[in-house]
């Protein structure tokens, strides 16, 4: 299948998709969340972003097997995996809950196992990113506007390495001690906590260095945001340095266990 994923006009559609999604979501803020089968949190906000998504990538996608959080709990899974959209309509249910503001929509286009296009938006933040093959950039863009409205739209790259050492950005939900013994051995003492996919994007535009994860994930989680940490000059893979891989269905879409970082401090890790 060939497609232009990196044509401007599409990438400014997934972007204006992911922002009505985001509005969706917001028309439940302050709702109250079920219990799925595997334990998780879901809110009407989840459904009803991934109804709008869904909708959305079947116009400008047509044919393009979609991976989608909810429609896999439902046992709806895509046909092929060559190429496809990896999509979660609400990254961080548990923040949406608490009202932190931390959670993101999540579409991500995976050709041959990469992230090739990736938009993340954070609805109560009004901030979006988009990562494809022609760069990084970040964007002021409220629930329900389209590109057109955005503002303070620029270029993102991941920072050097700062004096004082760097930053490392910990799950707000799901800390782990492997995690933490990581940054220990690495003399990371700043660490922020923050929930979702939202910690590689702000690795991305340079408010942070590191973040880890001993632990798997569904990789509608952060397909998305990978592709703008890798935009952005950064990098999200295994421990051992190996390219992270999607599209693993004999796994159920599990990721392995990942590192994501600013460039500068891959190379540092690289020694």
């Not at 994923?5 to 302050?30: K, T």
């Not at 707000?172 to 995690?179: E, L, Q, T, V």
């Not at 939202?198 to 590191?210: N, P």
Request: glycine content about 10%.
């Amino acid at each position: 299948m060939s497609r232009d994923f990196a044509n401007p006009a599409l990438l400014d559609a997934l972007a204006s998709l992911a922002s009505r999604a985001g509005a969706r979501i917001m028309s439940h803020y302050g709702c109250e969340a079920t219990v799925k089968g595997d334990g998780s949190p879901v809110t009407a906000a989840d459904h009803d972003a991934e109804e709008e998504i869904l909708a959305g990538l079947a116009n400008l996608l047509p044919g393009v097997p979609v991976l989608a959080e909810e429609s896999a709990a439902a046992g709806r899974w895509p046909a092929s995996t060559e190429v496809f959209v990896a999509v979660d309509p609400m990254d961080g249910t548990r923040e949406f809950l608490s009202q932190n503001g931390e959670f993101t929509v999540n579409i991500g286009i995976i050709v041959a196992g990469r992230p090739v296009v990736g938009v993340v938006q954070a609805p109560a933040l009004d901030r979006l990113w988009i990562g494809s093959p022609l760069g990084a950039e970040a964007m002021s863009l409220g629930s329900g506007e389209t590109v057109a409205s955005a503002r303070d739209r620029r270029p993102i790259r991941t920072r050097d390495l700062p004096a004082a050492g760097a930053t490392a950005l910990v799950s707000r939900s799901h800390p782990d001690a492997a995690s933490e013994a990581y940054y220990a051995a690495r003399g990371i003492t700043e660490r922020r906590a923050v929930g979702s996919s939202l910690k590689y994007t702000l690795i991305a535009e340079g408010d942070a260095d590191v973040s880890v994860r001993f632990a798997s994930i569904s990789e509608w989680d952060i397909a998305a945001a990978h592709a703008v940490l890798e935009a952005a000059g950064g990098a999200m893979t295994r421990p051992d340095g190996a390219p992270l891989g999607y599209g693993r269905a004999d796994r159920q879409f599990r990721t392995d266990h990942f590192i994501a970082c600013s460039g500068a401090f891959a190379v540092q890790e690289r020694g």
